[in-house]
């Protein structure tokens, strides 16, 4: 999973799955779901993160994985 944020255009892309997105639904006011060929959730787009969710803190809690910061 990668969270990825694009300051210029106030976007938080939350990438679940390597697999390519060919549908994506509105759930609500600038979040958008992207499905892959299957059907299986893919990704997550969320316009105007910035007002939507904390961007300036991410806590991750019992994840059996690594966690790896890339300079951006």
């Given at each position: 999973?990668?969270?990825?944020?694009?300051?210029?255009?106030?976007?938080?892309?939350?990438?679940?799955?390597?697999?390519?997105?060919?549908e994506?639904?509105?759930?609500?006011?600038?979040?958008?779901?992207?499905?892959?060929?299957?059907?299986?959730?893919?990704?997550?787009?969320?316009?105007?993160a910035?007002?939507?969710?904390d961007?300036?803190?991410?806590?991750?809690?019992?994840?059996?994985?690594?966690?790896?910061?890339?300079?951006?």
């Amino acid at each position: 999973m990668k969270l990825n944020y694009y300051p210029e255009t106030d976007s938080l892309y939350i990438d679940l799955s390597e697999q390519i997105s060919v549908e994506s639904r509105e759930v609500s006011d600038g979040v958008l779901l992207d499905y892959d060929a299957d059907g299986n959730l893919v990704g997550i787009d969320i316009d105007n993160a910035s007002a939507k969710v904390d961007i300036q803190k991410l806590t991750v809690s019992k994840l059996p994985a690594s966690v790896e910061t890339l300079a951006g």
